[in-house]
Nanobody, 114 residues
Framework: QVQLVESGGGLVQPGGSMRLSCAAS????????LAWYRQTPGGQRELVAQ???????TYADSVKGRFTLSRDNGGRMIKLQMDRLEPEDTAVYYC????????WGKGTLVTVSS
């Protein structure tokens, strides 16, 4: 059974940093594509960053240079380090994987506000 559990959300001031983690189980982690998506109220879910089993990394243009995605195959986790956060980064962040189907975590809220 595929499970994705996010942690690390909360309130942060503009310009601050936050790290999100996603703990995964139930699939062949090292071969899988994993990603972070985010969604604002009334908005569509959008890709933030993605890592493939081959180690390829992809970032949304809006977060390039500010966010860093890493994966720990042994620990079965991916982490999203978010620096220089902006109010526009406020959203619910979801961990995602495709492993014979789409799987999502429950999401964690990130609020960037003074």
């Amino acid at each position: 059974q595929v499970q994705l559990v996010e942690s690390g959300g909360g309130l942060v001031q503009p310009g601050g940093s936050m790290r999100l983690s996603c703990a995964a189980s139930g699939f062949f982690f090292s071969m899988a594509t994993l990603a972070w998506y985010r969604q604002t109220p009334g908005g569509q879910r959008e890709l933030v960053a993605q890592t493939t089993g081959r180690g390829e990394l992809t970032y949304a243009d809006s977060v390039k240079g500010r966010f860093t995605l890493s994966r720990d195959n042994g620990g079965r986790m991916i982490k999203l380090q978010m620096d220089r956060l902006e109010p526009e980064d406020t959203a619910v962040y979801y961990c995602y994987t495709f492993w014979r189907g789409d799987y999502w975590g429950k999401g964690t809220l990130v609020t960037v506000s003074s």
